[in-house]
Nanobody, 125 residues
């Protein structure tokens, strides 16, 4: 039973990537899911989240560039990232929890029901 983030890679500035967060061995549809990132030497940063009801939340700095969505049939939550900048370079993780506030407001990694291994996103020319 695990949560798996994928879809990272190397992209040029201004490019796009779509990350996936998939539940393996459990149904993700009753969980809120959040996306986080951590760049070298920096603290983990919360980016966006989506409730089990589909309601979405974003940090103001990313609103308009990043879009979170979910496809319960695929047991997956997506993060569409457009207009990528070098400062978006980081390891991106997803977390799932039955409590939306824990996802939105942040918690320690071990406090989440599930926390996936990250996927590297590198934005460089």
């Amino acid at each position: 039973v695990q949560l798996q983030a994928s879809g990272g890679g190397l992209v040029q500035p201004g490019g796009s990537l779509k990350l996936s967060c998939t539940g393996r061995g459990f149904s993700l549809d009753t969980y809120a899911v959040g996306w986080f990132r951590q760049a070298p030497g920096k603290e983990r940063e919360g980016l966006s989240s989506i409730g089990s009801d589909g309601k979405t939340y974003y940090v103001d700095s990313l609103r308009g560039r990043f879009t979170v969505s979910r496809d319960n049939a695929k047991n997956t939550v997506f993060l569409q990232m457009n207009g990528l900048k070098p400062e978006d370079t980081a390891v991106y993780h997803c977390a799932a929890d039955r409590e939306i506030d824990k996802i939105r407001l942040g918690a320690r990694i071990h406090e989440y029901d599930y926390y996936g291994q990250g996927t590297q996103v590198t934005v460089s020319s």
